[in-house]
């Protein structure tokens, strides 16, 4: 059983769904969760992701990725509702040109901090 993707986006956000599905499954696995994981990923604009930083952590500056946890406990259904990772969009494209690397690599570096986050 593969665990539970749950995918948030603007229309024009210019990602694939599969690869965020495909990345997040990975960064699942890598921090030892199977199956039985149910995660939601939000990709923000810049101005919600400031301000949820603002709200959420009193820091007034756009992150790259935010989390919020829920749970490392299985619900009475046997799933694990680890909780939610935001990504700019954005700062996401951004930090691709500015490292000179690939979304994939990027994207992936950021899913598995976020789902560290998640474990805190």
């Known amino acids: 059983m593969e665990n539970l993707i749950l995918v948030n986006h603007n229309k024009n956000w210019g990602l694939s769904e599969d690869l965020v599905e495909r990345l997040s499954q990975k960064a699942l696995k890598e921090k030892g969760f199977g199956g039985d994981v149910e995660l939601s990923i939000y990709f923000v604009g810049r101005k919600k992701a400031?301000?949820?930083?603002?709200?959420?952590?009193?820091?007034?500056?756009?992150?790259?990725?935010?989390?919020?946890?829920?749970?490392?406990?299985?619900?009475?259904?046997?799933?694990?509702?680890?909780?939610?990772?935001?990504?700019?969009?954005?700062?996401?494209?951004?930090?691709?040109?500015?490292?000179?690397?690939?979304l994939e690599k990027v994207l992936y570096e950021w899913l598995v901090h976020g789902v560290e986050n998640l474990l805190i």
């Open 50 to 102: 400031r301000d949820l930083n603002v709200s959420y952590r009193q820091k007034d500056y756009y992150p790259q990725v935010l989390g919020f946890p829920m749970s490392t406990k299985k619900d009475v259904d046997g799933k694990i509702r680890l909780g939610d990772i935001v990504i700019c969009t954005q700062k996401l494209k951004y930090e691709v040109k500015f490292q000179n690397s690939t």
